[in-house]
Nanobody, 115 residues
């Protein structure tokens, strides 16, 4: 049974930082491409960052230079460091494999960027 548990979200002012964490179970974490997705109100869920087993990364243009994805294979955890946050980063953030696996999604963690 796949479990994805995201945490670390919250309310932050523009320009602030947050670090999201996602602990996983039920997947062979070390060989999977892991990603962070987000879904803003009224919008489709989008992939914002991914990291493969060789530590090669991808970032959507809107977060390049501000977000950093990392992983700890021993802890089966993936992280997203978010700096210089903007109001348009407001969304529920989810982790999952890339592409998403059949085990579904976690509950996500809300990130709200507002003054």
């Amino acid at each position: 049974q796949v479990q994805l548990v995201e945490s670390g979200g919250g309310l932050v002012q523009p320009g602030g930082s947050l670090r999201l964490s996602c602990t996983t179970s039920g997947i062979i974490f070390s060989v999977n491409v892991m990603g962070w997705y987000r879904q803003a109100p009224g919008k489709q869920r989008e992939l914002v960052a991914r990291l493969n087993s060789l530590y090669s990364t991808y970032y959507v243009d809107s977060v390049k230079g501000r977000f950093t994805i990392s992983r700890d294979n021993a802890k089966k955890t993936v992280y997203l460091r978010m700096n210089s946050l903007k109001p348009e980063d407001t969304a529920v953030y989810y982790c999952n494999t890339v592409p998403p696996g059949p085990g579904g999604w976690g509950q996500g963690t809300q990130v709200t960027v507002s003054s």
